[in-house]
């Protein structure tokens, strides 16, 4: 934890990782990009270093990060795409200036067209359209804990992934489920 915030929630997917700057959306929400700063370093952690970030920089993050946990949610369950999470997306991508480079290890990297917030955001928005259309590989679901319920991207083999991180979610309904097992078993 830096600082007095909450440790980020970090994934192999950039733009489920990015809705993960919000947490336990169905019970005590966690933010974890309260202050323009954390967006700063959140970015840096994913390889995408911006210079500065204004509040209004920081709502639209939130905005974005909104409209994909919306259009993947859907995805998930297989429902019509909002249309206003779609518009924000799409906005979002085409107003970033950024170009995929390939590293000598063979790894795709971004390359920013400047160190602007919108140009880091233009590549978040870029992924999310990737995954929610499908043209990765793997599978969009829903963690199953009750209180998160956050979209997160499968590529397990199986595909049967139930936890957006087993870590926390996976943990705390496994302690959960031992703990009312241990309970039953006394009484």
């Known amino acids: 934890m830096r600082a007095g915030f909450p440790d980020f929630r970090l994934g192999n997917v950039l733009s489920t990782s990015f809705t993960g700057t919000l947490?336990?959306?169905?019970g005590d929400a966690v933010e974890r990009i309260p202050v323009p700063r954390r967006l700063i370093d959140w970015l840096a952690v994913y390889g995408l270093s911006v210079d500065s970030c204004t509040p209004e920089q920081l709502d639209l993050a939130?905005?974005?990060?909104?409209?994909?946990?919306?259009?993947?949610t859907a995805a998930a369950l297989r429902d019509a795409l909002p249309a206003a999470a779609v518009q924000?997306?799409?906005?979002?991508?085409v107003e970033g200036r950024a170009a995929a480079i390939l590293t000598p290890e063979g790894e795709r990297r971004w390359r920013l067209g400047s160190s602007s917030v919108e140009d880091a955001l233009g590549v978040i928005a870029a992924d999310a359209v990737d995954v929610i259309s499908g043209e990765r590989d793997g599978k969009l679901a829903l963690c199953a804990s009750p209180t998160c319920r956050a979209a997160f991207f499968d590529t397990s083999r199986s595909r049967t992934r139930r936890w957006c991180?087993?870590?926390t979610c996976g943990n705390r309904q496994k302690k959960a489920r031992f703990t009312a097992n241990q309970r039953r078993n006394a009484g």
């Open 23 to 26: 947490s336990e959306r169905f």
């Open 62 to 72: 939130r905005e974005l990060r909104e409209s994909i946990h919306a259009a993947a």
């Open 88 to 93: 924000v997306i799409g906005d979002r991508s």
């Open 165 to 167: 991180d087993m870590n």
